[in-house]
C-alpha cells in the first residue's frame, strides 16, 4: 500500500522497509495478486519430522504364570553355572600354559 500511494518503486520501498532485496517485494507483490492475503500467510517448508514410533514391549512379566517365570529363573541359574564352570577351565588352561614356561 505504502508503494502504491507514494508511487515508489520496488528498490525505493524496499529499501525504505529496510527488506533484504527488491526480489522479496516482488515475490510478496506477485503472491498478493495472484492468491490476496492468503498467499501471504506463513506456510512451513521443507520436510516434516518424522513421527516417533512408539515400542511396545514384545512381552510382560505380568503375563506370566508364578510356574513359567520359575522356570526361567532355574534356566538362567543353570546358564549361569556352565559360564562359571566355562571361565574357571579357561584359567586352569592359562595356569597351566604359564606353568610350562
Known sequence: KLMWTN????GHTSA???LSSPGLLFVWLDRYHKKGFRGL???SRG???MKRTRIEPTHCDDEKTIEALKEEIAYLRAENAVLKKLEELKQAKRQQTKKKR
Open 41 to 43: 500467510e506463513y506456510r
Open 47 to 49: 520436510r516434516p519430522c
Open 7 to 10: 508511487d515508489w518503486s520496488l
Open 16 to 18: 525504505m522497509l529496510n
